[in-house]
């Protein structure tokens, strides 16, 4: 036995200071007794066996004693060495990336890792615990440490392979954190290797038993896919492709393009060994819809032949003014191509609500406005009970003018020479931080709240020098575009696959739908806006159904690491030499601590009930 | 003490008392005549036996139905009804007088009772107080008149000295003139022990009653902790700690005690009365008393 901290031994110095304590009596009190001589025999006949009346008398004094011995011993970190053949448990991790798609024999090599791993728990050991770890995109921990191998086979055969690009090396790391090397425990990785490379991880962990699957190496597949609108030529955009040959012979592969299913390219193009080929493809006219490129090709890996764009290209922007004048606003209004104004001079409480949601943004100029819960607003001194900005007084030409450069709302936006003849004192809520301010108030916020976002400037930019600074058109865009952004510009709704996407939503809409590619519609809560989608497992179409209108946005692999079913990584996991079983005779460290922490304990509750019955 | 022993003298006690009767086993010797039958043969109304006639005997007793009969002349004899001498000896050491309530009170009270049960029931009744050595003694008188001499008696003794049971038992056998029923009240407490005083009376052919008064606490000591141990009569002082199984130890030392007390008084034909001080003084008297045949 060994002491991994011998300095707590020193705790046993309590001991003399206990049977100090011990040797302490109270005075005796006094009594009289009227037969005395009786009492005399009594002692007597007591000292015939006095050793074992001490011995009584004193075990409180022992308990302690020993109690003081046990936890001195427990603090010391005592471990017990020895030599044992005893196996560890079994941590499975089992790649679910897109590349276990790739086809491999009869099968998938999912398939193949499916039945290993249900091979290795029937290997298992009565005493070897199974933890199941699931390397998806993100690891998951498919359960605690398992005793019943039934149940760890019927988790395994759950398990299905997704489309997307694993996170491997950030699963091996979870999975190591559960390995406990003193227990002789051991991780079983279960993977093809295809992605990034961890042969350098495994050789540093000796626990980590690699066991590769393979099958399958011919694969092509689009690695990019984007469209793009010229520079000053809104209608002419170009299409890009990046196609990879990740085989080790050369291919011929016919390439077709399409947009809401009119083909617009068909060719078949050859490629060499692991060459790489970047398409460009001019475009004329209006687009709008799906545009597909997809691999007419059989290979062993289907899930990187098929990209898919959602193109959408800029939409119109409502703004409700409601001003009494203000000309400078108006005019840049105009200025942008897209925004279309709808001009009022007050607000009428009994439509302020539809107003609000039929416009896309509502300005609101030096006038107070009723409660509203949704919307998008700019406030030009103007106040609302929804929004906790109050106006508490004013401030004359505010000085020390800073802005907050960090902030998109204020991003290159210079506030230099920036001269404000009125602005409004605010109080504002704690958590709100101004984004322009003085020395005096705080000048511009930005708040977002449930289906509402307001950004409030406290001072009439008319009685200020900022229409006439370059900061102001630069401010204004900011703002619509944080107000709403996905309106603004082209854009092709796409994401890789795993990754979350951002559905903007009407700030009307409480419920939507969405529908995966080949699942059933989805009923989803607008609890934010944007409401941030994940459940992006799946390459292919996604559809969005808002009030009855539906848009798409696309998921595609476009991982080519991922898409590397052959990678040099494979052949490096391979080179491992095979790590034994966990059965060999390995010097085992056995912590004792607690078996004596616990026996201080029982020895403390025996000497408590002791004292219960004695007393 | 006084307003203890006043207390429980009222009148319809005394009334209750004087129903009761002191017994004895064995036949009075006294000379003087009583209330109480006798084997000796006499002036009584109980029929005792027949013997011849002599010359000189009183014809008033002659069996003249007899001498129809068998034409001889009987005698008929009746028991002598003889009177009977009460001695109660009370221990009045310094041990008596401990316990709640004190023993001393309880003993008194007993002598008081006891005095005047024999006192109404026409027998001479004397009172002999003791220590470590005879303190005072009343000589035996009769008539109820002397009762209050008995209540003066037991109110001027207060506990005092050691006990010399055997010495003050035997001491007394020694003077006594005319033995009869001797009630002895006491702890029986001493470490010199009872056994020599007991035999000595029981020579001198006493009918003996011990009546052992022990307070609750000496019985079932209850008490558990660190004591200083003090003999009430000697100041000696013995330090213990007194716990369950010390406890056990002691019921089981004064239960002993008591049993050889019991068996030794079996062996001589003594009453023996074990009185509690807890226990309510009526009944005492009228039932423990009585069951036990010290009364009837």
């Known amino acids: 036995m060994q002491f991994l901290n011998p300095g707590m031994l020193a705790l046993l110095g309590i001991i003399p200071i206990l049977i100090l304590i011990h040797t302490l009596k109270p005075k005796p009190r006094q009594v009289d007794v009227t037969n005395l001589f009786l009492w005399q025999e009594v002692l007597k006949e007591r000292s015939s066996h006095l050793t074992f009346e001490r011995l009584k008398k004193n075990l409180p004094l022992l308990f302690q004693i020993c109690v003081v011995i046990l936890a001195a011993l427990a603090l010391a970190k005592p471990t017990w060495m020895y030599f044992g053949s005893q196996k560890g448990n079994m941590i499975l991790v089992i790649d679910t990336s897109a590349s276990m798609k790739t086809k491999a ?33 993100k690891p998951v921990i498919k359960t605690g440490f398992l005793d019943n191998s039934t149940q760890a086979k019927s988790l395994v055969n759950s398990l299905k392979p997704s489309d997307v690009a694993g996170e491997l090396e950030q699963a091996i790391y979870l999975a190591l954190s559960f390995v406990d090397p003193s227990n002789n425990d051991a991780l079983y990785l279960i993977t093809d290797g295809a992605g990034e490379d961890i042969s350098t991880l495994v050789k540093n962990h000796p626990n980590i038993r690699p066991i590769i699957v393979t099958g399958g190496n ?31 012979s050369p291919i011929t592969c016919p390439v077709r393009l399409s947009i809401d299913n009119t083909g617009i390219f068909k060719k078949s193009i050859p490629f060499e060994a692991h060459e790489k080929k970047l398409l460009i493809f001019p475009y004329t006219g209006l687009i709008s819809g799906i545009a597909g490129a997809i691999l007419e090709i059989d290979d062993d890996f289907s899930t990187d032949n098929r990209a898919y764009l959602s193109l959408n290209t800029a939409k119109d922007i409502w703004v409700l003014l409601v001003s009494r004048g203000n000309f400078f606003l108006e005019k840049l209004l105009k200025a942008y191509p897209n925004v279309k104004v709808n001009s009022v001079k007050e607000i009428i409480p009994s439509s302020w609500k539809d107003q609000t949601l039929r416009n896309d943004i509502v300005i609101v100029d030096r006038m107070d406005f009723p409660k509203t819960e949704k919307g998008n607003f700019l406030l030009i001194d103007a106040y609302s009970p929804s929004i906790p900005i109050v106006k508490t007084g004013h401030v004359r030409f505010p000085e020390n003018l800073v802005g907050d450069l960090k902030n998109p709302l204020m991003a290159n936006v210079n506030v230099s020479g920036l001269i404000i003849e009125k602005a409004a004192k605010l109080r504002a809520e704690k958590r709100l931080q101004p984004l322009m301010r003085s020395g005096q108030t705080g000048l511009m916020y930005a708040y977002e709240k449930g289906g509402m976002r307001a950004v409030l400037l406290s001072f009439d930019p008319t009685r200020s020098n900022l229409p006439l600074k370059i900061a102001f058109p630069v401010m204004m865009s900011n ?137 | 003490m006084t307003d203890s022993l006043e207390s429980f003298i009222d009148d319809a006690f005394l009334k209750k008392l004087e129903k009761l ?15 109480h039958r006798s084997w000796q043969s006499g002036e009584g109304l109980e029929f005792l036996d027949y013997r011849k006639y002599h010359p000189g005997d009183d014809l008033r007793y002659v069996d003249w139905s007899v001498y129809g009969r068998l034409d001889k002349l009987f005698i008929k004899l009746f028991h002598a009804e003889k009177g009977q001498t009460a001695h109660i000896l009370l221990d009045t050491s310094l041990s008596m007088g401990a316990g709640n309530p004190s023993k001393d009170i309880t003993a008194k009270k007993l002598t008081a009772a006891i005095s005047y049960i024999c006192l109404s029931n026409l027998d001479k009744t004397g009172l002999m107080a003791f220590s470590d050595k005879i303190v005072e003694v009343k000589s035996p008188a009769r008539g109820k008149k002397q009762f209050p001499e008995v209540l003066k008696f037991l109110l001027s003794r207060q506990p005092a000295d050691q006990t010399d049971v055997n010495g003050c038992l035997a001491e007394y056998a020694s003077i006594c003139k005319n033995p009869g029923i001797a009630i002895i009240i006491s702890d029986l407490f001493d470490p010199n022990g009872y056994q020599d005083g007991l035999k000595v009376l029981a020579y001198r052919n006493f009918d003996i009653n011990v009546i052992q008064v022990l307070d609750h606490e000496e019985l079932f000591w209850s008490q558990t902790g660190n004591f200083l141990l003090q003999d009430a009569e000697t100041g000696e002082k013995k330090a213990t700690f007194v716990d369950r199984h010390l406890l056990a130890l002691y019921q089981k030392k004064i239960d002993g005690y008591i049993f050889d007390i019991k068996r030794y008084c079996g062996h001589y034909g003594i009453n023996y009365f074990l009185c509690d001080t807890r226990i309510p003084f009526e009944e005492l008297l009228t039932n423990y008393l009585s069951t036990g045949a010290l009364f009837r």
């Open chain 1, 105 to 137: 024999g009869t099968g998938t090599r999912f398939d193949v890792a499916r039945e290993k791993a249900v091979e290795l728990i029937g290997q298992r050991d009565h005493v070897q615990k199974i933890l199941i770890v699931e390397a998806g995109l």
């Open chain 1, 218 to 248: 011919l694969n092509i597949g689009i690695t990019k896919f984007k469209f793009r609108q010229e520079i000053n030529r809104n209608d002419h955009y170009e299409i890009m492709l990046e196609i990879k040959n990740f085989s080790a």
């Open chain 1, 479 to 615: 703002i619509i575009n944080w107000l709403n952004p996905h309106k603004l510009e082209f854009s092709t709704l796409q994401t890789r696959a795993g990754e979350p996407f951002d559905i903007y939503l009407n700030p009307q809409t409480d419920i939507f739908y969405t529908r995966a590619p080949g699942q059933k519609w989805e009923k989803q809560q607008a609890s934010t806006n944007p409401f941030r989608y994940t459940r992006t497992r799946s390459v292919g179409i996604y559809i969005i159904s808002e009030n009855d209108k539906q848009r798409y946005f696309t998921v595609n692999l476009a991982d080519e690491s991922e898409s590397n079913i052959a990678s040099p990584a494979i052949d490096k996991l391979s080179d491992i030499p095979e790590r034994s079983v966990a059965s060999e005779e390995i010097s085992v460290q056995q912590p004792l601590w607690t078996v004596f922490l616990l026996l201080g304990c029982t020895l403390l509750m025996v000497e408590w009930y002791l004292w219960l019955k004695i007393r």
């Open chain 2, 21 to 35: 009767k002191v017994i004895s086993s064995k036949s009075s010797r006294s000379p003087h005549r009583g209330e």
